[in-house]
């Protein structure tokens, strides 16, 4: 049963991807990301990290992808033209793409994994225990994210205001 | 040692590895092919979200509760790294169109 979610959750983020990469126009790349990202979110579930599939469709599928959809509205939603400046750009990049999925591959082949911690699993990657392990070990980490977030918000307002003091 | 056992059924850690190496490799080849500014920020978003597999699948594998906090960060980091993006592209969209990312050169890189 795992392995048939499994094989059909990665299918539906491949094609999403795929899709993402070949549509010419940009919102439909973006509703493709969204595929991706609900297919990810079942593999999340399937590693028991029932947190991160909900931090996943609600904060990418759900925040971040509204967001691109109003910038692709804002902005009007130009065609692509397949034209490039540089010669043998599609061919330098597949060659490019080529060598790298080969050193990935080549990278697999030689992980060695160690055994397993001990862990329970029943409560394994749960809000509490992530909770826990958000607010105890890696307090820091955490409220210096509350800073990146504050930083992002600012610069982001900052970017996009209207310039009315042309100094 | 790379079994793991899901819901009775046997899946294996190299899977889900394979799987990420796809998605990042076509995320690298939208960020290298395409000319529009905005499919490039989301192939980025793309190739962020497999890493982010990388890491929850290592750390059901090592029963490690570390990877799922890291991937939190890294979601976190990039959402913030999509609004100053966004917030970049819609103030240069204010100057002129920009159809093809090549056209701003200006700066020689």
Known sequence: MAIAVFFVAAAIAVAGAIGVVTFRQPIRSVLSLVVVMIGLSILFLLLSAQFLFVAQIIVYA???MVLFLFVIA?????REIARSRLRFQTWL???FV???LGLIWAMLQGIQYRTPDKADLSIFGTVQSI???LFTTYLYPFELTSILLLVAAIGAIYLSRKKVDDL | MSGLSIGGSQLDTSWFLV???ILFTIGTVGVLIRRNPLVILICIELMLNAVN???IAFSRQLLNLEGQLFALMSITVAA???VVGLAILVDIFRVRDVEDIDELSELKG
């Open chain 1, 93 to 95: 990049s597949a060659l």
């Open chain 2, 80 to 82: 913030a790294e999509a």
């Open chain 2, 19 to 21: 799987l990420s190496a």
């Open chain 1, 74 to 78: 804002l902005l009007g939603p130009a």
């Open chain 1, 62 to 64: 759900g925040a971040v």
């Open chain 1, 131 to 133: 909770g826990i392990g």
């Open chain 2, 53 to 55: 597999l990388t890491l």
């Open chain 1, 98 to 100: 080529l060598a790298l």
